[in-house]
């Protein structure tokens, strides 16, 4: 049974402006996933004392990783990855599209093939979307089309993951929801819970703005924000977590 987790780690940078990549690693550690999707990952940037910093998270946890660059400026580079320490392959990475002739951030994607039993393959797409909604259903178009949910290699078992920077409001969700379950909704669309796992601001979360979502192939059997004290100063998100089963 697989344990999951999506964690936008702000660069290491801490709601109370501390750079630390050991905090973040520890916060993840508390929790112990099996797979790790990471967004906002510094990587040789001066800002960051030219720390690879989804490097030293992977030894840190005893994990492999595999990154992406949403984008990238000489030898620094900015994006997301996928650690685990499990047998796995990467399948895809790249970038996703934004609005034409815009100074907004480079978002992208990067998918991971993980055998999380003997012979049994979870497909596992992190991203992280823009914050303009209008760029948001760009770049929810491309990963439903043909590089990538599209592809023949994307098959049940199967999640996309990430920090959407959407609530169930924005149409991004909507049409996502449309082709894959939320994790935190039952297969009939209800509230798995009474109260939803909020992730931002770590501090007082207040919105559901990190998100799984599943193909019919898997069951949830747990689900909820890592809310500890080092968790809530780490980053400006909480990590969500849930505990997978294949049906």
Request: hydrophobic letters at 25%; a positive charge.
């Given at each position: 049974m697989p344990r999951l987790m999506t964690y936008n780690v702000h660069g290491c940078v801490g709601v109370d402006g501390k750079l630390d990549v050991g905090r973040i690693a520890a916060v993840i550690a508390q929790s112990r996933p099996d797979i790790v999707a990471l967004q906002e990952l510094d990587v040789g940037r001066a800002r960051s004392g030219r720390v690879d910093q989804a490097h030293e998270i992977a030894s840190r946890l005893g994990m492999r990783f595999h990154f992406n660059a949403a984008f990238g400026v000489?030898?620094?580079s900015y994006g997301d990855a996928i650690l685990t320490p499990l047998p796995h392959r990467l399948v895809?990475?790249?970038p996703l599209p934004t609005l034409?002739?815009?100074r907004l951030e480079r978002r992208g994607a990067i998918w991971v093939a993980v055998e999380v039993a003997p012979g049994v393959e979870l497909q596992v797409i992190n991203t992280?979307?823009?914050l303009v909604p209008v760029e948001q259903r760009g770049q929810v178009a491309a990963l439903l089309g043909g590089d990538w949910?599209?592809?023949?290699?994307w098959c049940d078992p199967a999640v996309l993951l990430g920090?959407?920077?959407a609530t169930s409001r924005y149409a991004a969700y909507r049409t996502i929801t449309s082709r894959l379950r939320d994790v935190q909704?039952?297969?009939g669309g209800e509230r798995r819970a009474t109260r939803a796992a909020r992730t931002f601001p770590s501090r007082l979360p207040v919105l559901?703005?990190?998100h799984m979502f599943l193909t019919p192939g898997l069951k949830v059997t747990e689900v909820h924000a890592a809310t500890g004290p080092l968790a809530r100063v780490a980053s400006d998100h909480l990590p969500l977590v849930a505990d997978l089963r294949l049906a």
């Open positions: 000489a030898e620094e895809r990475s790249g034409p002739r815009s992280h979307l823009g949910i599209g592809r023949a290699a920090d959407f920077n909704r039952s297969p559901r703005i990190d």
